[in-house]
């Protein structure tokens, strides 16, 4: 009951334009420019906060002075939910989003997770910028979010508190799972007991035992320093987390033709960056989480992992243009 109603609280305060929220952030030029608040799930120095100020300075170079950024770190704004809910009301006016927390308003994207569908970050690219890619950006910009570009973040791994190596090792475990019924019904899949959470909440319901264990990326697993609660990173690369730089509608649509055109390619350009600084930050939080005593291990019976993981294709199949889809994804780049 707390966390609903802690939520339905900031979503209140930023409906009525409440700046309060926004400390700490980054600040750019704040003379009498438009204001651009931005939510960023973690801290300054990762990936997530620094494309914000990529396209700050890029928007900044082309249109000095007309929009003051206000970015917001360490999910001051809450999690991808309220997140997402505050840029479809047009209080925060852009932010990072999981393509698995859009599916929420466009099942559509869930063909971006399927499991063990994607072989490498090339691939993932290769896909997004088809034609798949441009339908699902007009199919969220109907549900009030404008796409500027898409961003990976990096394969998903699990991680536990004891080394879930095998496939039936999952079984009975409550695992934590990102708040897609797709992510629940793979993990299903093994007999494990799904429990969804906001990220927010992932490390003291680890740290409490409420779950066992859960899939993330290597930078977002040392960036909430999860390897103080799951030292364990067994590397199945299952699912590969892509995600979009998004804008509110109600504030693109304030935004002059010559505008939009800025953000846009701005959006572009910041992705890119991020994708870079992604691969670099991967490298040193695994590096970080070794240091702390993290432990990286291989997934064993991969074959088994694949076989229990596609299950999920045939459930899903229907909502995400079926098999066909599915099919032309796995055989593109």
Known sequence: MLRVNRRAFNLSLLATGASALAAPALTGRAAAARP????????????????????????????PGRFAFNIVPNAALGGEKDVNEGLRL????????????????????????????F???????????SEL???LKAKLEGEGFIVGDYVNYGARHLLAKEPLTRPGDVAGKRLRVIQSPLHATLWESFGAVPVGLPITETYNALATGVVDAMDLTKSAYAGFKLYEVVPDVVETGHIWASGAIVFAKPFWNGLSGEEQQVFWDAAIEGAQHFNALIIADEAASVEVAKTAGARFLAAEDREEWIAGARKVWAAYSDKVGGMKAIEAVRVMG
């Open 36 to 63: 651009v608040l931005i939510a960023s799930l973690l801290g300054e120095h990762k990936p997530e906060t620094k494309v914000w100020l990529k396209i700050r300075d890029l928007v900044e170079g082309k249109l």
């Open 90 to 117: 047009g209080a925060i006016q852009g932010s990072l989003s999981t393509l698995s927390a859009l599916s929420a308003w466009a099942p559509e994207s869930q063909l971006f997770d399927m499991p063990f569908l």
């Open 119 to 129: 072989r490498d970050a090339y691939h993932v690219r290769a896909t997004v910028t």
């Open 133 to 135: 890619g441009n339908e």
